[in-house]
């Protein structure tokens, strides 16, 4: 058990961490990720950049759901919107990889206040089927505005070259979205411990008291919008960077829904549990792969033909599971390990 | 005493049902003053009018010389009103300190991107009201509690919780409504040497509704009776105790 390890000024309350432990640990899990490249192959490292980007879009989503409490289905349309920005800005205007990135981030707050407006006077189930919707619209739009945005054939992205990393390398890009992810925590988590984040948790517990203390519904909603819709449109931009030929068929439902499952599995409202959300979404139909290999024949290849709908089965399967033994989520499991270990033997 | 709010004949109608009725009176600054009435007298929807949760159908309201009724409700904590809910409306998954500083929300500045950065102003200020904080949790007494998730603690301090994120928002006027329903004694106690308190050492002005007659009665200066949304009696405590027409709506004839 831990004692002797008191905060002694509000300073030191309001820092992220105090403890050396914690900066140690969080040290040493850097330095190992920095390091990554260097350890495994290609195949791993290409699974690893899409769990940073999929980590980056779930803690976008959680700002917005989790934290704010206003559901979206619309995470599919934010990253499309971010990717195809980005792609069109290096591929057919010859803007720098760098300033279109920033570019996603921008177009795709900017699109968030569309339903950002309706969103003032929807709740619940009818705000996540507007959302839905305007999903469908982005993508809609991405196939028929053949003028723009290349239709049904899709952006080619070549030249990639951000802050002196060439990012056709897969390990320059993977150090590209670990920066990214660690920026995005960073702003995340000093967003929660400011008057905006409190104002968006004050929101979803509580509106009219929120109303009463002082905080505008309009703006801190649509705050909440724009902000988590940035950070998802940073996530696509660096899909365009990672896929570097891209068409609307990368943004389909299933990615929204994914989305959502890895902030549900993950821990609703947290920033780690975000992070863990992501993994533990984009590795399972990995560990579902590494299993089957060990199955019959037959087997394998009726699992390899419904790739898709296995991977929407095990989806929600995620989910229910998760619900059942712990809606706090993993991160809710990991809180309870260390309090069970902090207070060994004595806990219950 | 001059009148920091004044209720100048306000009605409210939902449909054809009249909630409230031209009622008018005044509370002095510096007053504890309580709305009493049976249930359904109307009591809690002049309470929201004046929070600005809804418009008045006729009449104003006039709070420190402006008029309020067509203010935004969130614009209401700027101008000096707090207040707490008849149902509890803390933000229950938050700490104790966290629920105190939505209360100071207002008289912060920090925005999205400076928020983001937690750089120079933006950590000076939530430093500021985090010292701040702590006078507002030292003065109810609750400095054990400060870092538990309020929805762990009794319904007593719950309430005080919500006491104090109304006190955070610096208010000129407090608004309690039914502040001790709920509540033993002893805790009922507390809650009155805390109002008091507010008044005499913080120099709030108090506006309760409340159903508690012994708290009513104790603490008050003046107290407004309503019934069917009507204003039937307005007076000092002792007034109201000997008035005819409260007895009436009270206890029925004789």
């Given amino acids: 058990m831990r004692t002797g390890h008191y905060v002694e000024s509000y300073e030191k309350q309001l820092a992220l961490t105090t403890n050396p432990v914690t900066w140690a640990w969080t040290g ?35 700002l917005l759901t989790g934290i704010t409490g206003l559901i979206s289905l619309g995470q599919a349309g934010f990253l499309a919107a971010g990717c195809y920005t980005t792609a069109l800005l290096v591929a057919d205007y ?31 189930l009818y705000l996540a089927i507007t959302t839905l919707a305007f999903s469908f619209i982005i993508t809609h739009f991405l196939l028929y505005a053949e003028a723009l945005t290349h239709g049904p054939y899709g952006v080619r992205v070549e030249n990639l070259r951000f802050l002196g990393l060439d990012l056709t390398q897969l390990d320059q890009l993977f150090w590209l979205v670990l920066a990214v992810l660690v920026l995005t925590v960073l702003a995340a988590l000093n967003l929660l411990r400011t008057r905006v984040g409190r104002a968006f948790t004050a929101i979803r517990d509580h509106d009219v008291a929120a109303r009463v203390m002082g905080i505008s519904l309009t703006r801190y909603k649509l705050a909440a919008f724009m902000v988590s819709s940035f950070v998802v449109g940073i996530a696509g931009g660096l899909m365009a960077f990672q896929f570097r030929f891209i068409n609307v068929d990368l943004f389909n439902l299933l990615i929204s829904i994914e989305a959502l499952a890895m902030i549900i599995v993950g821990g609703l409202g947290s920033v780690a549990g975000s992070i863990l959300g992501a993994v533990f979404i984009v590795l399972l139909p990995e560990a579902v792969r590494a299993l089957t290999d060990l199955l019959p024949a037959a087997l394998t290849e009726m699992l390899s033909t419904y790739v898709y709908e296995v991977r929407g089965l095990l989806t929600g399967l995620a989910i229910i599971v998760m619900l059942r033994i712990e809606p706090h989520g993993l991160i809710g499991l990991w809180r309870d390990a260390k309090r069970y270990w902090t207070h060994w033997p004595l806990s219950v | ?201 913080l120099g709030v002005t108090v506006v309760m509704v409340e159903h508690d007659m012994g708290i009513v009665m104790d603490i008050s200066d003046r107290i407004a009776v309503l019934n069917h949304g009507s204003l039937i009696a307005e007076g000092t405590p002792a007034e109201i105790a000997a008035d005819p027409a409260v007895i009436q709506a009270y206890l029925g004839r004789n």
């Fill in chain 2, 1 to 201: 005493m001059s009148a920091l709010l004044s209720i100048e004949r306000v009605s409210k109608r939902f449909g054809g049902l009249t909630a409230v009725s031209e009622v008018s009176f005044a509370v002095p600054e510096g007053a504890i003053y309580s709305v009493i009435g049976p249930n359904g007298a109307g009591k809690t929807t002049l309470f929201n009018m004046i929070s600005a949760l809804f418009p008045p159908s006729e009449g104003a309201i006039v709070f420190d010389g402006q008029a309020v009724h067509r203010a935004r409700t969130h614009q209401l904590a700027r101008l000096g009103i707090g207040r707490t809910f008849q149902n509890l409306a803390i933000f229950s998954h938050a700490t104790v300190v966290q629920n105190l500083l939505v209360g100071m929300h207002h008289a912060l500045k920090a925005n999205l991107l400076s928020a983001a950065l937690f750089w120079g102003p933006a950590r000076r200020e939530e430093l500021a009201a985090r010292r701040r904080v702590e006078e507002i949790i030292d003065f109810l007494e609750i400095e054990h509690l400060r870092d538990l998730p309020v929805g762990l603690l009794s319904y007593g301090l719950q309430k005080r919780v919500e006491l104090g994120r109304a006190l955070a928002v610096g208010p000129k006027l407090l608004l309690l409504d039914e502040m001790v329903s709920g509540m033993n004694a002893e805790e009922t106690e507390d809650i009155a040497r805390f109002i008091l308190d507010i008044r005499d050492e």
């Fill in chain 1, 28 to 62: 040493a899990l850097l330095l190992g990720l920095a390091l990554f490249p260097l350890l495994v192959g290609n195949y791993l490292l290409s699974v690893a950049i899409t769990v940073g980007i999929a980590a980056i879009g779930a803690i976008g989503l959680n």
């Fill in chain 1, 94 to 124: 010859g803007w720098p990889p760098e300033l279109a990135l920033l570019a996603a981030g921008f177009v795709s707050a900017l699109l968030s206040l569309v339903i950002g407006v309706p969103s003032l006077r929807l709740k619940g």
